[in-house]
């Protein structure tokens, strides 16, 4: 191995202080990733003819929904012997900025909070539970490219030891052999997924069915989720002895769920789009 075709990476995760307030590019990429997706869920409603006031109550749903399902999806799926084993560890499930979001409880919450957004605001819009996921699917794939940019910045979920010239030395984690970085293998999965889904919204919506892009999402989205979690470090100890890790465990309802989907959607055949 010539380790001089290795990237060192010792990014300082806080971009900036602010007095006491640090400034992460995690956090910094998180919300950015909400405020893309607000910009794309605007066109979708200018599109389809929903009404733009609708916009700030979905982000707040979106935002909420996201960051409890994901702290949640961390402490009962990865360290539930510790934050459900005391007092102390129990306080800690209400700190996220201690670390710990796990993107399968993200999107169950997600499923959840848009049930009830679709049932709050859909039957008197014009668009339904499906259509809401839909659209969502497109912003969350580019919001999840974001996402893993801060892990990534966070020298946080990389992979194993590899050989290749672009594996990456986490200095800031100890580390001294290159790594595989696996969130830059997601998040540029997730872009393109992201580019595939806006471009058959943008050019062939009125010829799909409800359902279709949220069923694509979730086979490829986590397809590649559970392909990428060979190569990845174990997150907790008890993954070093199971044949599929937590995240790919988790992940393969979720393809079975799009699969369903796309099943659905061609046995209803209800026009992607709304109609104006």
Known sequence: ????LFIHWHVDPVLLHLGPLAIRWYSLLFISGFILGW???RGFFRREGVKEE???????????????????????????????????GFLEIFMPWKGGLASHG???????????????????????????LDHLAIATAFAACFIRLGNLFNSEIYGDVTALPWG???????????????????AGSYLLLGVL???????????????????IFF???????????????????FEENMALNMGQ????PFILLGIGFLIWAYAKKIPAALKK
Not at 1 to 4: D, G, H, L, R, S
Not at 168 to 186: A, M, N, S, V
Not at 219 to 231: P, Q
């Open 106 to 132: 993200g999107t169950i919450m997600l499923l959840i909070a848009m049930w009830w957004y679709a049932k709050h605001y859909g039957k008197k819009n014009g668009f339904d539970f499906v259509w809401i």
């Open 219 to 237: 086979i490829i989205c986590f397809g590649m989720r559970f392909l990428i979690e060979f190569i990845k470090e174990p997150q907790v100890g």
């Open 54 to 88: 609708l916009l700030d109550s979905l982000l707040y749903t979106l935002l909420f929904g996201t960051l409890i399902g994901a702290r949640l999806g961390h402490c009962i799926f990865y360290q539930p012997e510790y934050y459900f084993g005391s007092l102390h």
């Open 197 to 215: 889904l806006m471009g058959l919204y943008k050019f062939r919506l009125e010829k799909l069915y409800r359902g279709t892009f949220i069923g």
């Open 249 to 252: 465990l988790l992940s393969i």
């Open 1 to 4: 191995m010539i380790e001089t």
């Open 39 to 41: 910009f794309i869920f």
């Open 168 to 186: 990456f030395i986490f200095d800031l984690r100890g580390e001294t052999l290159p790594k595989h970085p696996t969130q830059l293998y997601e």
